[in-house]
């Protein structure tokens, strides 16, 4: 499941994980001040490590907008009504 958050959020919410393990809080601490699954903290350490600063920007959605047409959005709608 997506964190919450922007992307920019989630790059900073990142940083920061890095900044306070550097700053010598144990991983566990890491999890319990950024709000992170413990999963987290050791990947975002491994890909930091292995990629440089790069490796925690954030990563862009595929899709902008709603890729449905108006004929997409309109069907559900008209199996509703006509369940009722």
């Known amino acids: 499941m997506r964190p919450k958050g922007s992307a920019k959020d989630l790059e900073v919410r990142r940083r920061r994980a ?12 890491v999890v319990f001040a950024i709000g ?3 999963q987290t903290v050791p990947r975002l350490k491994a890909s930091f490590r292995d990629g440089s600063k790069n490796a925690l920007k954030a990563i862009p959605q595929h899709v902008d907008t709603c890729q449905l047409s108006v004929a997409h959005l309109v069907v559900p709608q008209i ?3 006509c369940q009722h």
């Open 18 to 29: 890095i900044e306070l393990l550097d700053s010598g809080l144990t991983p566990t601490q």
């Open 36 to 38: 992170v699954a413990r």
């Open 79 to 81: 199996l509703v009504v």
